[in-house]
C-alpha cells in the first residue's frame, strides 16, 4: 500500500478538499484507495456527507490505547463516490489521543502501525491532516511514502514550508517520506501576486513542484455542500483535470517505487 499524507503547517490550503478529489482520482483509475481523516474537524467525513455521530468505530477508537478496534472495522464504503474508495471516519475528540499517547516512546508509529493490517487490502491510502506539524502530521509523514503538500497561492503560505522540513529532518531518514510534492491552490493567475507566487515557488523547489495548479473557483465549495468530490460534481473543469493530473504524479512515483 502506498500512503499519501496531505498536510501544511498552515489552514485553509485546501487540504480535506484535495484529499477527497485525489483519492477519488486514484480510485476512479481503478484502484482500491483508503482515504483516513486525522482532523479533528472533521471536514473530509463531511465532505462524504457523513458525520462521526453515525459510526460506532472511528479514527479515534482505533487510535485509542485503551481500546482494541481496528481500521478495518472502521472502514466505509464510499460506494456513492466510487466502489473503489473507503474512508476511516474522523472524529472530533481526536485531542485525547494526544493526550494519552503522547508519552509513548514510538507515538510516531502508531498511525503506520494501525494501517499495518490493512496493507495488503489497498493500493492507495490517502491521510488527511490538521493544519500544523505536531502529534497527528508527524505520524502521517512517519506511515506516508509521499508528502502532498497544499499551498494557498499567497506569499505568506510560503513561510509553511521550511517549517514542514525542519520537522522532517528530526524525523529519522528511514522513516520520513520518500518524496514530497508540493501543490500550488487557490490560484488566481489574474493578480499579480499570485505569478510572483508561483515563480517563487519554482525557484524553492524545481524538482517537487507539482505540474498542475488548483485554480480558485466557487465550485469547490459547492461540490462540498452536494457531498460529492468536485471531479464528479464538474466532471471536465478545469480543477476537476488538474486534481486527476496529480492522482496520475502520485501513480507515476508509485511504480516508479515499485519497479526500484
Known amino acids: 500500500m502506498y500512503v499519501i499524507a496531505i498536510s501544511n503547517e498552515k489552514g485553509g490550503t ?13 480510485a476512479e483509475r481503478g484502484h482500491r484507495t483508503l482515504l483516513v481523516d486525522l482532523d479533528p474537524s472533521y471536514g473530509l467525513t463531511r465532505m462524504l456527507g457523513a458525520d462521526a455521530a453515525d459510526f460506532e468505530v ?18 466505509q464504503g464510499a460506494k456513492h463516490v466510487s466502489s473503489n474508495l473507503f474512508f476511516v471516519p474522523g472524529h472530533p475528540d481526536l485531542a485525547v489521543i494526544e493526550t494519552m499517547r503522547r508519552g509513548e516512546i514510538r507515538w510516531p508509529w502508531i498511525v503506520k502501525e494501525a494501517l499495518d493490517e490493512v496493507a495488503e487490502a489497498y493500493e492507495f491510502a490517502v491521510l488527511d491532516c490538521p493544519p500544523g506539524v505536531a502529534f497527528f502530521p508527524i ?33 529519522p531518514a528511514d522513516a520520513r517520506p520518500g518524496t514530497y510534492l508540493v501543490l500550488p491552490t487557490m490560484y ?73
Open 14 to 26: 485546501g487540504k480535506s478538499t484535495t484529499a477527497l478529489n485525489v483519492a477519488s482520482a486514484l
Open 58 to 75: 472511528t479514527v479515534r477508537e482505533v487510535l485509542r490505547a485503551d481500546h482494541d478496534a481496528t481500521v478495518r472495522q472502521a472502514t
Open 188 to 260: 488566481d493567475g489574474r493578480t499579480k501576486h499570485a505569478q510572483e507566487f508561483m515563480n517563487m515557488l519554482k525557484e524553492q523547489h524545481p524538482e517537487n513542484l507539482s505540474k498542475h495548479i488548483i485554480k480558485r473557483t466557487v465550485g469547490i465549495s459547492d461540490s462540498s455542500i452536494a457531498g460529492k468530490p468536485f471531479i464528479h460534481y464538474d466532471h471536465d473543469h478545469e480543477a476537476s483535470c488538474a486534481y486527476r493530473g496529480v492522482a496520475e504524479e502520485i501513480i507515476h512515483e508509485w511504480q516508479g517505487r515499485e519497479q526500484a
Open 139 to 171: 505520524n502521517a509523514y512517519v506511515a506516508a511514502d509521499l508528502l502532498l503538500i497544499p499551498i494557498q497561492s499567497e506569499y505568506i503560505a510560503l513561510t509553511s514550508l521550511p517549517k514542514i522540513g525542519e520537522v522532517l529532518a528530526e524525523i
